[in-house]
């Protein structure tokens, strides 16, 4: 009996069994349809190509033909119709499937909780639940698919990729992005696209920018200014000032190549096309030791990295300029990123552009008449361009390659139309002519999962040339200023174990400064060329856990011409004491071998008068800065206060590179800068929200032995500066955004009240008073943006936006000095230079 059952039940598995390995048996479409056609005297409508190749699993022999071409639909990706009750048609045309995935981490195969799945170019998306699982329906199989969680790099998949098929979900891995998004520590900072990190720096993410007041653009230079201690005294953003520096004092950096000219239309916009620049990171102190130069700050632009699946860009303008972007892919291992941006000032005059160059040339040649030049007999042609292009290689999974190139111009011409002494009309065209042309490389390798290196190099080459005619005196003036940097840095990283990190490195570099000047009548010929070398060894060790972040630098510099070496130590730490309050602690020494010298009676047309010049450790020192922070971060239900004193002393500027507009200008000595303050920032965050409130106090004074007095206010000692602003998301599709600014006028120095001007030889000049002692009005703006953001078509996104600065059209004086009065040469002239007035800008883009 016992043997019976035996018998019975492994009767009963084997058949089982067999019909398991039957139901599951492969069997082909084209096979299947020859089978159908027959039993079920049915017509199918194909293309071969569309079905080649596809295998399903052999139908139960009970199957209806309604059953069985309902399972096909839910199984494969081809689109079976019935036409009527014997015609049956297949194609993959609009083929809509069910997609679903289970996200989980590379790191501890856990499921990721509330990761961000959406359908490119189309506003769907969904977040993964408890257990990491997401489903899509309706989804069409050519639809791309991005997974993406804060601190993991991004994937993208075909939908076909994450089709659910006899109840599977694919399982999609994340791996965590060590370069960038474990560092992050608030997300989402002032707005969206803008985040704090852990080592106390912001990034600004500019493809998920959201809308800053009085911007149509992520304009990356206008866009920092909403962080305290980072301002313009003058609106410029080839004059930012952080923490009381000067511009020349800010290191720019671009895919690692070393920038030395920052703005288009002199200042009034960023020379850096925001539509690649993937992120921007901005370092105040507390820098890595691989970095030096920048004695006030580090401003570090990197474009995308990743060779995408599919080609995507965009195209744009507003009323200044039109730009373009792509994004090429050419294979899985290589892509070509290219951008490209140029005004049409030269063709069209917009009420922006009219603002934008009132601004620009108030006080110039361009705007100011004189006896035999009016504004009927001289022209002017303005316009920029900014081109880049990026190559991506990657030669393998661990090895990397990438190759870098950008070049920024400005060109102005001017057009000077007289009557020569026989009665003929001649004209002489003056011109003015900004390049910065950058190239670059590098090679990242991943020997183990312990160490890594990046080995790169840059070449950038940095030209001013002037040719200025001087109908008055029948004179010709050229001018040439030109930098050329070479270096070479290798990395190596280094992870001792899951809390300390090692990095070590060597920096090359050689920089070469030609300045000339040459004038026809009197013959005059003047060329300045230095060429500095610079060795460079650091070092650092970063200790991160839960509650504490640490990193130990040191850098040391020889400077082979003056047999010079520089150490520079870092410091920077961030201890968290509960879970809402973190202290922070930054530190650093750098140092910098190059500043521009800015002389007002060495100009171009009353335009340029910056000019870049190099220590020779005579009477031009090699500037030296040393700098402390401290500060506490409180953060809770989306506020987050954070509160930063500061010290900053800088040595070995020179009256040249201050920019006087008092007798200190002709005056050539050495000094030093303190800046010491404290910046406070106040920010509120919500989804479809965000406010804040930033003020910083600061005191900023010189020192120059040899001045009398030797200590005076520096020229941008603004003791108050106050922002305000809100955003705010209307719909989905709508955001905007207004906000103000306040602060203190800068300072000025006046002439003597009755005895405004003295003899001086030949020559009448001003008699100035103590110096900085007055301040001019505070300056005040009130901006506001509208974006609106639509689907154009499936794949084309369009972006509008409006745009106004100082909407309220108050009459700031950004600067104020003094000339002698032509017509009564006892008196003093005052001038003012004005801010912009009411400026609206409009944009248009579409992305695909």
Not at 639 to 655: N, P, R, S
Request: net charge negative; aromatic share 12%; proline share 2%.
């Amino acid at each position: 009996m016992l043997k019976t059952k035996f018998l019975f039940i492994v009767f009963l598995c084997f058949s089982i069994f067999s019909f398991g390995l039957q139901s599951q048996e492969k069997l082909s479409i084209l096979a299947l349809i020859k089978q159908l056609e027959t039993q079920f005297d049915v017509k199918f409508s194909y293309t071969e190509s569309d079905v080649k190749n596809v295998f399903i699993n052999k139908p139960l022999v009970t199957d209806t033909i309604e059953e069985i071409i309902s399972s096909l639909n839910a199984s494969t990706l081809l689109n079976f119709k019935f036409l009527d009750d014997r015609y049956i048609t297949v194609s993959t045309l609009n083929k809509r499937i069910k997609i679903c995935g289970t996200v989980t981490s590379k790191l501890n195969n856990k499921p990721l909780l509330g990761a961000s799945v959406y359908v490119k170019n189309t506003s769907k998306g969904v977040i993964t639940n408890v257990d990491g699982v997401f489903n899509f329906s309706n989804i069409t199989v050519d639809e791309t698919i991005i997974v993406s969680f804060i601190g993991y790099k991004t994937a993208s998949f075909s939908a076909k990729e994450l089709m659910l098929i006899d109840g599977y979900c694919k399982t999609i891995v994340l791996e965590e992005d060590i370069e960038e998004l474990n560092q992050v520590l608030i997300s989402k900072f002032l707005i969206t696209g803008l985040q704090k990190r852990t080592d106390g720096s912001t990034v600004l993410n500019t493809k998920k920018f959201g809308t800053l007041p009085g911007l149509t653009e992520p304009d990356i230079l206008q866009s920092i200014q909403a962080f305290p201690g980072i301002e313009s005294v003058n609106e410029s953003v080839a004059n930012i000032n952080v923490r009381g520096g000067t511009n020349d004092e800010n290191l720019m950096i671009w895919d690692g190549i070393k920038m030395y000219h920052s703005g288009h239309f002199f200042g009034l916009i960023s020379a850096y096309n925001p539509h690649l620049t993937n992120k921007v990171v901005v370092i105040k102190n507390g820098t890595s030791s691989e970095f030096s130069d920048g004695v006030s700050s580090t401003i570090n632009m990197s474009t995308k990295d990743v060779i995408g699946n599919d080609f995507s860009g965009g195209f744009g303008a507003n009323l200044i300029h039109a730009d373009a972007y792509f994004e090429i892919p050419i294979s899985k291992k290589l892509a070509l990123h290219v951008s490209g941006r140029r005004s049409f000032t030269d063709v069209f005059n917009s009420p922006t552009y009219d603002n934008y160059f009132e601004r620009s040339f108030q006080d110039s040649e361009l705007t100011t008449n004189s006896d035999n030049i009016t504004d009927g007999n001289r022209s002017s042609d303005f316009f920029f361009y900014d081109y880049t292009a990026k190559l991506l290689f990657d030669i393998t999974d661990k090895h990397k390659f990438r190759a870098n190139v950008i070049g920024i111009n400005n060109n102005l011409d001017y057009t000077e139309s007289y009557q020569n002494s026989d009665g003929i009309t001649e004209s002489k065209t003056s011109n003015l002519k900004q390049e910065n042309l950058g190239l670059g490389g590098r090679w990242d390798a991943v020997w183990n999962t312990k160490l890594t290196t990046r080995l790169s190099a840059f070449y950038s080459k940095y030209n001013v040339d002037a040719t200025n005619y001087r109908i008055e005196t029948d004179q010709r003036l050229t001018q040439a200023n030109e930098v050329l940097e070479t270096g070479v840095k290798l990395n190596t990283y280094y992870k001792i174990n899951n809390v300390f990190k090692l990095l070590s490195g060597y920096q090359f570099s050689e920089i070469g400064i030609l300045y000339e000047t040459t004038v026809s009548a009197p013959s005059y010929d003047r060329v300045k060329k230095d060429v500095l070398l610079n060795h460079a060894l650091f070092s650092e060790i970063e200790y991160r856990n839960n509650t504490t972040y640490l990193r130990l630098g040191v850098r040391g510099n020889y400077f082979q011409k003056f047999n010079k070496l520089i150490l520079e130590p870092r410091l920077n730490l961030r201890q968290k004491l509960s879970r809402h309050f973190a202290i922070k602690l930054q530190g650093e020494f750098k140092n910098q071998s190059a500043n521009q010298k800015i002389d007002f009676q060495d100009d171009f047309l009353g335009v340029e008068n910056r000019r870049w010049i190099l220590a020779n450790e005579k009477e031009i020192k090699i500037s030296e800065s040393k700098q402390a922070s401290f500060g506490f971060e409180f953060n809770q239900n989306n506020w987050l206060l954070d509160v930063e004193g500061f010290y900053k002393l800088v040595d070995g500027i020179t009256a040249s590179n201050q920019g006087f507009y008092n007798n200190f200008q002709y005056v050539n000595a050495e000094g030093r800068y303190n800046s010491r303050g404290v910046e406070f920032l106040l920010n509120k965050t919500a989804d479809t929200y965000s406010t804040w409130l930033s003020y910083t106090y600061s005191i900023n004074d010189y020192e120059f032995v040899s001045i009398t007095p030797s200590v005076f206010p520096n020229n941008v000692d603004i003791r108050h500066s106050v922002s305000l602003a809100f955003n705010y998301n209307v719909l989905e599709s709508l955001e905007a955004s207004i906000g103000g600014i306040w602060r203190s006028g800068q300072p000025f120095t006046k002439p003597i009240d009755g005895n405004e001007t003295v003899q001086d030889g030949n020559n009448t000049r001003i008699n100035y008073d103590a110096p900085n002692n007055e301040n001019i009005d505070d300056f005040m703006r009130l901006d506001a943006s509208i974006a609106y953001d639509f689907k154009f078509s499936e794949t084309v996104l369009g972006v509008f936006r409006v745009g106004v600065l100082n909407i309220l059209d108050r009459e700031n004086t950004i600067n104020r000095y003094y000339e002698v009065n032509p017509e009564d040469t006892s008196k003093a002239i005052q001038i003012n230079n004005k801010s912009l007035g009411l400026t609206p800008n409009i944009s248009f883009r579409l992305n695909f």
